[in-house]
T-cell receptor, first 111, second 112 residues
């Protein structure tokens, strides 16, 4: 049974049109992460929530926002997607600093 | 210096070979360490946690050397199915909380 679920698996959006990616978890983990992964590169941490505390990476563009309305759900909002934002977006969860469990990812295409 | 550095790849090895990957980290206060495996166009999946005492899971052995700040992964008797990218992951304290950092990954190709 999937424990970290991302929707949709594939998302096509227009240049500049806001898009929201979602992630839910059944593990009751307190930490949730969003990563961006481009082809042949390692996952790059955008931000994470430690419980309700939001932690933004210094080099994450302002174009990327996140919401965590409750323990189970976390959203990634891209306010004005550019061509350079096309990537795989991975959500992960962990309990404290233990191993992270990843969702299957959302592959974003910007046209 | 990158926070987490891995051996550059790709590694091309024949079936049955033993292959070793190394990973170094810069933050001496790092607290937890992992190896993940990622197949093409799939999400990373945990391969092993890494402990100071070393740990083994079948053909895979992981070790941590805190003094030298590196972790290693040894794969014995390589199988075709071991072909993937192996990612070193380090968790540790960071301004405002903690940080999970991935290495760039090392690609492994196992050939018949």
């Amino acid at each position: 049974d999937a424990m970290v679920i991302q929707n949709p698996r594939y998302q096509v959006t227009q240049f500049g049109k806001p898009v929201t990616l979602s992630c839910s978890q059944t593990l009751n983990h307190n930490v949730m992460y969003w990563y961006q992964q481009k082809s042949s590169q390692a996952p790059k941490l955008l931000f994470h929530y430690y419980d309700k505390d939001f932690n933004n990476e210094a080099d994450t563009p302002d174009n990327f926002q996140s919401r965590r309305p409750n323990t189970s759900f976390c959203f990634l909002d891209i306010r004005s997607p550019g061509l350079g934002d096309a990537a795989m977006y991975l959500c992960a969860t962990s309990w404290e600093l233990s191993e992270a469990f990843f969702g299957q990812g959302t592959r974003l295409t910007v046209v | 210096r990158k926070e987490v550095e891995q051996d550059p790849g790709p590694f091309n090895v024949p079936e049955g070979a033993t292959v070793a990957f190394n990973c170094t980290y810069s933050n001496s206060a790092s607290q937890s360490f992992f190896w993940y495996r990622q197949d093409c166009r799939k999400e990373p999946k945990l391969l092993m946690s890494v402990y100071s005492s070393g740990n083994e899971d079948g053909r895979f052995t992981a070790q941590l050397n805190r003094a030298s700040q590196y972790i290693s992964l040894l794969i014995r008797d390589s199988k075709l199915s071991d072909s993937a990218t192996y990612l070193c992951v380090v968790n540790g304290p960071h301004t405002g909380g903690f940080k999970t950092i991935f290495g760039a990954g090392t690609r492994l190709f196992v050939k018949a």
